[in-house]
């Protein structure tokens, strides 16, 4: 099966904002499993001189919260850990030799201790624990990662996407436009797997107003036979992990039957990478030792008759920085053969810029209604979009079965609209719920399955030594996978 869930969000149990139970509450509104992490150590901190008195006491403040409520956090997060939602513990480790990573543990007596590097903390803390590189493409020394000091031992998984941008490579979607700097080449995926290392790619949201799971910050799939800590935990060390921005899109990948994180022996191998995603592929490209060996596009796509369409209903826009409280239904006479929400909160990536925000910035009530063969209601609230390039909008998406007739019925806070598969593969419809600056609703076209699936096969020959394969694939709506590699060996 597969698993959804974020291993690195924050909120206001160290710096940042809203409470504990209000992120597991969201967490569990969406999500399989998640962290709450709280920053706790920041062992070579600039000096505090007048210059940097503020960054230095405003993170020291955030640390001792931590340590004055470990026990109780700790104590929770064990509490919320059940078959809904499964938790683990965490905390999260600033360095600037090191980079900053994340410390996961799946043991409930987790400590909290202090050690001045991450592999220090793993080996100390007396658990089972890893330390998850995360922003890695910062500066060297600057917080970015150190692949110098990188130890796949510790951490075998490794952040390579949050709301911080996309660390993949130089040439990568999203580049970093945080106040801590650009993405430097130095720092990449990469630069690290040409370096010999291995890791599987998590994505997760760096979220600091407590909203785990928060669409297009970030989402890790965990490929795992059970939805316990205990599956998780070994798909990680094990490597059967990849990261998403956004949407769901599930992947297979595999080199001569093994899969991800696995190692294929023979000089030569058979490649398969499928995709089925929720709107219209763009691209899907396997790569060999970081370089393009094979790329199928959209526009290659053949049509031809869909057993399924993915429909996708988004709320949101208007002017207002209120909530609005969206309630909507879709139903069919065909069937829902899935459907996932995709929630956002109020946006905090630096939590000493909250623009005047109540610290409960995201007390949110989002939750699916009801779900059957025929039907999917939810009920979700948004705010106004920050700017043109920072959506917070809520969307819906079912994936249909049924033929060209089928009827599909959208109804939104009251408003009912109604329309066959074949109007709607012709477009999308949107309306307003008030005559100016108003919030809107968009039913967006249908997409048939053989435009949202891809499947790349090929068949390569081993160069020698580790070849390390891995996938990338993205959609017309900027979402992207990032699939964790599979090395290969020449017996």
Known sequence: MILWGDFHNHCGITYGFGSLENALKIARSHLDFCCITGHAMWPDIYQRTSETEFIVDFHQEGFQKLHDHWEEIRAEMARQNDDELVTFQSYEMHSSLYGDHHIISPDDSFPLIYRDSPAQLVNDCGVQAIAVPHHIGYTPEYRGINWDLYEQRISPCVEVFSKHGCAMSEAAPYPYYHDMGPRDSRNTVYHGLQRGNRFCFLGSTDHHAGFPGSYGDGLTAVLTEEKSRKGIWEAL????????????????FSVNGKGLGETAEGSRRTIRCAVKGEYWADKLVIYKNCKPLAVLCGEQLAKRRSRSYKLRVEMGWGNSEDLTRWQGCITTDGHIAGANLYLRGRSVLSPTNVDGQPAEVN?????????????????????????????????????????????????????????????????????????????????????????????????????????????????????????????????
Request: some cysteine.
């Open 363 to 491: 007390d949110i009530d989002n939750r699916v209604l009801e779900r059957s063969a025929q039907m999917f209601a939810w009920q979700c609230e948004t705010v106004r979009n920050k700017s043109t390039l920072h959506p917070q909008t809520d969307a819906a998406v079912v994936e249909i079965e049924g033929n060209p007739e089928t009827l599909v019925t959208v109804k939104v806070n009251g408003r009912t609209y109604t329309a066959s598969i074949a109007q709607l593969l012709e477009g999308g419809v949107s309306w307003h719920i008030k005559p100016w600056h108003s919030e809107a609703v968009k039913i967006h076209a249908a997409v048939p399955d053989y435009a949202s699936e891809m499947v790349l096969e090929i068949e390569d020959t081993g160069t020698g030594g580790t070849d390390v394969y891995h996938a990338e694939f993205v959609q017309k709506n900027n979402q992207w996978a990032f699939i964790s590699p599979i090395y290969a060996q020449i017996r």
């Open 237 to 252: 060390l094990a490597g059967r992990a990849y990261a998403v921005t956004g949407d769901r899109i599930v992947c297979t």
